[in-house]
């Protein structure tokens, strides 16, 4: 979405989300499923930002790709990974949401970690539905949705079902669309065409501040057909 798009590049661009550093729970996540992954992996970090998640998979594929609408974003990634030897500029993609055809039954793992939020309740579905047409059969996906205890809930007002915009609390992400799902069980229905290997949530809160806690449902999830 065009507001979203714009807010992430100014975001990039100032630097406020240079992560130093992969995400702990994805880096656990991983670590119990990559047993079952192929010998040779395919990878797809969808909205891969910065690029410290994708620092982490890097050297543990064999073919690395990315997804993601901040044109700032893909050079601060690109010279992140330029010294890593299966790094490919020409694999990262910019795109909002639209279907790769290329992508179709590509992957054995796809990435898609505190990105998908940023949708409304319709394009979150359909962005779903491409990734388990971009997974190969016994593919792996990995990804988050903010729970309702997440700041983004509590500085925001909902403009449909599931879907809020963000308010002036969170100055940096003003007016931005995400989806929250209402529990565990709608964030479940949300995958329905996928076996769930895990599921839980991840939180940080802030005694001091508990109303900006950040807060995220996780989903380990197979393609099985």
Known sequence: MKQNKESWNKIYDKGYSYMMYPDETLVILYHRIKNILPNHITCLD??????????FIIDKVNEFYGIEISEIAKEITSKRLFSYENFDKNNLFINSNNYVEEFEEKFDLILAWHVISYNTDESVKEVISHFHKYLKKGGILITTLATREDISYYYSKEISKNTFQVDERI???KDCIVVIPENKEDFENYFEKFSILDIGFKQRTSFLKPEETSSHYFGVLRKDY
């Open 46 to 55: 969808y909205g891969f930002g910065s690029g410290n998640n994708s620092e």
């Open 171 to 173: 100055p940096s992400q």
